[in-house]
């Protein structure tokens, strides 16, 4: 009995095609809902909140305020976890190398934003590494003088320094404020010797004992200081007057119209998190800062409560990059 061949049919090259794209399609739908389930279920373990400095500093406080809120909303626990070092580069590093599930969250701002004022080859690009959640508080700064300095006022202190130029000391404790002490230097038309610290406790160890003039700092850490008299208020930053500090002028105000803008913190996380992540990070984080008990315990210790977008958020961190880079180089602000 003879065997018949049947020949074997080549598909067509338009069949093939056809077949290669119905199973692309088909495994990207599946793809896509699978990334839309895991996105709807977010979150399904707790949420570690990074801070780039110690405990007890403002990030800290505003962290440890948002925390406990965001974990009702999420329903997961949201951890406070400190990594400090390297004026907030290890904590950044820390989060940028995360793994982008919206686990790992970075509560970030000014050391971000004047990286690249600062540094040749800043340690983290938050462009490149980082995608905004939000912006949750504007840390309200006051300048300082010692309790004994010889002037009372702002006008009272330049009009010190401009009759005997470099006569006065500034005490510099971070990047930001680096940068605020070279603009002030140079709207002012002064001479302020800048003394570096590596935190404000060594700062205001030698404040107190009057061996050096002045301090940019926020207004949450020296309010006590304030009110005890350790220290007297020159100015304050930002757009206008504050409520705990209604007779210190604004630097616009007394003529430097530099200071209209504001350090802050935000949340951000790294770069290739799913959008549907964030944006569930986002609304959890407006959510507390609307909530009325988390609004007066920031309010009383004079963070300005300020919610975003993640767009409103990105977009502001990049002019102030752009606008600090600037400045660095026309104050010749030497990059490490």
């Known amino acids: 009995m003879t065997t018949m061949h049947l020949p074997t049919r080549t598909p067509s090259p338009r069949r093939a095609w056809l077949a290669a794209t119905a199973t692309l399609l088909a495994s990207t739908l599946i793809g896509g809902t699978a990334h839309a389930q895991r996105d709807a279920t977010y979150p399904t373990q707790p949420v570690k909140l990074v801070v780039v400095y110690q405990a007890g500093g403002a990030n800290d406080i505003v962290a440890r305020v948002l925390a406990d809120r965001m974990t009702r909303v999420l329903g997961q626990s949201v951890m406070v976890v400190n990594k400090p070092g390297a004026s907030g580069a290890i904590g950044a590093q820390f989060v940028a190398g995360s793994q982008p599930d919206g686990y790992t969250v970075l509560m970030g701002g000014a050391p971000l934003v004047v990286a690249r004022a600062l540094y040749k080859n800043p340690p983290v690009d938050f462009e490149k590494s980082f995608s905004p959640v939000g912006k ?48 002030l230097n140079r709207l002012a038309n002064t001479r302020i010797v800048k003394v570096p610290y590596n935190g404000v406790p060594a700062a205001m160890n030698d404040i107190q004992g009057d061996r050096v003039d002045m301090l940019i700092d926020t207004v949450a850490a020296q309010k ?34 530099g200071f209209d803008d504001q350090s802050y913190v935000g949340m951000l996380v790294p770069k290739g998190t799913p959008d549907g992540v964030v944006r569930k990070l986002n609304g959890a984080l407006n959510t507390a800062l609307a909530d009325p008990e988390v609004k007066s315990r920031l309010e009383k210790l004079d963070f300005g409560v300020e919610g975003s977008t993640p767009e409103a958020f990105f977009k502001e961190m990049k002019s102030d990059s752009d606008r600090f880079a600037e400045l660095a180089d026309a104050t010749h602000i030497e990059k490490q």
């Open 224 to 257: 006590p200081f304030i009110a005890s008299g350790a220290t007297k208020p020159l100015a304050v930053f930002g757009p206008k007057r504050l409520p705990s500090l209604p007779d210190v002028p604004t630097l616009a105000e007394l003529g430097l119209k």
């Open 136 to 183: 949750a508080v504007n840390l309200n700064l006051v300048l300082v003088a010692r309790k004994s300095y010889p002037a009372d006022t702002f006008k009272q202190a330049m009009d010190l320094e401009k009759k005997q130029p470099g006569s006065s000391t500034m005490a510099v404790t971070a990047g930001v404020f680096e940068l605020y002490y070279a603009r």
